[in-house]
């Protein structure tokens, strides 16, 4: 068992239950919300975050990953009040998310500044609370290993050695990115157990994510929903063909679903993606991947035991009783 800081407080890892890993409250441009804060309505933003979550709650969620960092707009009060309203356990991260570079107070101090201050955020606390971070969050997307994104692998990677807490990333399996990013992680010493190469569900190139896999690491099929880079159609033939491999234990389903987004205008999203919520993996795919024959036992662990997993730093299949959701059973009601 290991104590797992959420933002309502400490949480034993055998009480994750039913999770999302990737999940986010809200994302927001900070310097725009800065400078312009007459565009946005907290409390819609806040109505629509509690909607979603507690639509999922409703089909058996008890616990969900907001991997929201600097230059997303991480506000972990915000986060917290989404938590407290819901009663769903959130557990935030810290990092920094950037495709290509940092701000110039980063570019002038050393990996080590920056990784203490992630440190912080899980030692002391986040934003000047005592709210702690879980978990950390680092990026690398088709502009590749820039020196700036290369600072925030290296320092997320000593943060981790210096607490224990898990890495996860944003990667781009176009350009190859996870593998990257885990020739980075590894030589800083991380154990790649304690890895989860995100959107490795954006290709269905099975040689690239067997690739992936072969360090050790655990994958997000996170994306479920959003369709520009791989069809919901091949996002399931990819996680049905692993799990036929074995590798349901190394899987994670989710949708990196944003409650609210102002990269794009309101409706966009919606117009764009209009299978994206926080509920699509559980009302729609999990029994569109039971009928392909993907077991209850795998269902189990891509939904439940992984993460309980990947936060203790156990790269073995503990045994775990099935998890009982509510009055339903992973969207399908009994």
């Known amino acids: 068992m290991t104590l797992i800081q959420s933002v309502t407080g400490p949480v034993s890892s055998s009480e994750l ?14 310097s725009v919300f800065v400078q312009f804060p007459h565009l946005y309505d907290e ?3 806040f109505a629509k975050a509690v909607e979603q979550v507690n639509s999922v709650k409703k089909l058996g969620v008890k616990t969900i990953c907001d991997p929201s960092v600097m230059e997303l707009g991480r506000d972990i009060r915000f986060i917290e009040r989404v938590s407290r309203e819901t009663g769903v356990q959130i557990i935030a991260a810290t990092g920094i998310y950037s495709y290509h570079y940092i701000p110039p107070h980063f570019q002038n101090r050393d990996i080590d ?6 440190v912080r955020d899980i030692e002391v606390g986040i934003q ?13 997307d088709s502009q590749g290993i820039t020196p700036d994104v290369e600072k925030v692998i290296r320092a997320a990677a000593r943060a981790h050695k210096k607490t224990g807490v898990p890495i996860m990333t944003h990667s781009h399996p176009g350009t190859g990115t996870g593998l990257n990013q885990l020739d980075i992680l590894t030589e800083e010493g991380v154990d ?4 989860l190469i995100g959107h490795t569900g954006d290709t269905d190139n099975m040689e690239y994510i067997l690739r992936v896999l072969e360090y050790g690491a655990f994958i997000g099929m996170d994306r479920y929903g959003l369709t520009s880079e791989c069809s919901t159609e091949n996002r399931n033939s990819t996680v049905i063909e692993l799990a036929k491999k074995g590798y349901a234990n190394r ?5 990196d679903h944003c409650c609210t987004i102002d990269w794009y205008p309101e409706e966009a999203p919606g117009l764009m993606f209009p299978k994206w ?11 569109e991947l039971r009928a392909s024959g993907v077991t209850e036992e795998q269902i189990n662990l891509m939904m ?9 730093g156990d790269g073995q299949i503990m045994n775990q009783s099935k998890v009982e959701i509510a009055d339903t059973e992973f969207g399908k009601a009994k």
């Open 277 to 287: 919520t926080m509920s699509f993996v559980l009302e729609e795919i999990i029994p």
């Open 113 to 118: 500044y920056m990784a203490e201050l992630f």
């Open 251 to 255: 899987m994670f389903l989710s949708q």
């Open 43 to 45: 409390e819609k933003e």
């Open 128 to 140: 000047n609370t005592s709210i702690k971070a879980g978990f950390l969050k680092c990026a690398t």
């Open 304 to 312: 439940v035991d992984n993460a309980r997993r990947w936060f203790e």
């Open 192 to 195: 790649p157990s304690r890895i």
């Open 17 to 30: 239950g039913l999770t999302l890993i990737h999940e986010h409250m809200r994302v927001r441009s900070e």
